[in-house]
């Protein structure tokens, strides 16, 4: 029986020659990159990380490794700590050590791709109560593994987990794991929203708006499409994780990895209100360096005209901390 394989909207191709991998390959030995920049690492709050069951806190491990806390679950993003990807060591330290990271509750996998599910990782976070969710197509992968607790969503499916709704949305992307398994498994990100039912008040009682967490969309991995209109036009996203890095060369990334001004076009696009930008200054993919694309985020914000309190730059370890509003 042949294999399904998933596409891009509008069947937009990821696909390169081996002659322009070797291209690319060649020009990256005529690069003189300046690496000396690295994403600092701050302590983290591990005290206010275990005991925290109110707050939404988003702490940045590395890459698109996060830790978040949304109504009471502990939920991990794309878990890597691994040290090396391929023959490229990591450049920066996790931000929080695997043995101290809090039980994990929910874990996302946005794709396969290595840098974004580590399996000598989630082996070591995953419990017996842990939900993994993957994208359509990997769940009977994740289950040979081991992982039991393994569900699978489509494109714009959702599920409810306690009191959040954690739905699955496009990205332009691919997968592959072995050179059998190209794009047999989808990819996508994950928009985070509370899932409470109103409670019925008295007759003449005024109902007061509820205190509700930030809807959060952590946008996985991704080229530049139309698709993040259409994410904007769904939901209401108040924090959105977005890629910034692994653009260069851009001939051949532009189709899977969006560039700096690309991700903030992105970030206007699906109408979020803060920024958090990741995929970069963890694991030298491409040839763009972390302060390349941090330089490149912060002269296209100014363009823009973009206020800078809109855009959290973080460091590995840092937590951000958003209590409930009404609204």
Known sequence: MPKIRYDNMDNVSTDHTLKQFKQWRQERKQKKKDYSYQVPNMPPELD??????????????????????????????????????????????????????????????????????????????????????????LRKKMIRKGFHNCHELKWWDHMVIRDVKISFVPTQHWTRRTPFDTNTSHWGGYILEPNHTVQPVSEGEQEPAPLLPPNLYFAGDSGYFNGFKDIGNRYRIHVALMPIGAYEPEWFMTSQHVNPEEALQAFLDVKAETMIPMHYGTFRLADDTAQEALDRMEAERKRIGLDKERIKVMHYGETLRIHPERR
């Open 48 to 137: 206010y990380l275990h005991a925290n069951r109110l707050d939404t806190s988003i702490t940045w491990i590395g890459h698109s490794t996060f830790f978040i806390q949304y109504e009471g679950l502990n939920i991990l993003t794309d878990p890597v700590w691994a040290k090396r990807m391929g023959f490229e060591r990591r450049l920066g330290e996790p931000g929080i050590g695997i043995s101290d990271v809090p039980p994990i509750d929910v874990i996302l996998i946005s794709h396969s791709h290595y840098d974004h599910m580590h399996m000598a990782s989630i082996r070591q976070l995953y419990r017996a109560e842990t939900t993994l969710i993957v994208p359509v197509g």
